[in-house]
């Protein structure tokens, strides 16, 4: 993350934890230091229904309170908003995209509206259902915006990560170790192509 912060905007579909995604970055970065904002894009919401959420994260005080329209970094947590939704509108040429896919980047890139900054895939599917035994994106989603926006050091986010993780599912061990070796699977297959 440079001084002046990083504007990160999601895009998934309702029920794929596109916003808790959102606002657990939020609440891990607000606990290293930095001035956070995390928020959702209320539209009709219902499940499978595309859905947008931001984070603001900066080591100075935000005082910007509206919806990003130049992010630094989008993340996409489904690959068929692609089609849908032109989720590169106002995205800076020196930031970055994430689709969550089984694709390589140059096979996404065609479907980027024309996007010359970089391009990152993460087969969230994959990862998610080796690690936590079903599908949930968020969890390598959130890894992978960290990573690549160099949001906080990766072993500082696994550590809060953890911590997070215990206090909701204090009760839910098998939830905690899946979701870390989600995190931690997709932050070490980025690392590759970082």
């Not at 504007?7 to 001035?35: C, M, N, P, Y």
């Not at 509108?89 to 096979?107: F, P, R, S």
């Not at 996007?115 to 969890?139: C, H, M, Q, W």
Request: charged share 25%.
């Amino acid at each position: 993350m440079n001084n002046q912060g990083i504007e990160i905007r999601w895009h998934g579909r309702g029920g794929q934890g596109a916003k808790s995604a959102a606002l657990l970055l939020a609440d891990v970065a607000f606990k290293t230091g930095a001035h956070v904002q995390g928020f959702p894009e209320y539209g009709p919401e219902r499940m499978g229904a595309p859905i947008t959420a931001y984070n603001r994260i900066s080591n100075n005080e935000i005082r910007v309170h509206s919806n990003i329209y130049f992010p630094d970094l989008v993340v996409v947590v489904d690959e068929t908003l692609l089609a849908a939704v032109d989720v590169t509108a106002g995205l800076k040429e020196d930031g970055a995209i994430i689709v969550n896919t089984a694709k390589k980047a140059d096979e996404i890139r065609p479907l980027l509206n024309g996007y010359k900054g970089k391009v990152y895939t993460v087969d969230a599917r994959r990862i998610s259902v080796e690690t936590l035994g079903k599908y949930f994106p968020n969890s390598p989603m959130l890894a992978a915006a960290v990573a690549v926006g160099k949001v906080m050091d990766t072993d500082l986010f696994i550590s809060e990560m953890r911590a997070s993780y215990e206090h909701k599912f204090a009760k839910k061990p098998e939830v905690i170790e899946g979701n870390m070796k989600a995190l931690t699977k997709t932050i070490e297959e980025l690392g590759e192509v970082l």
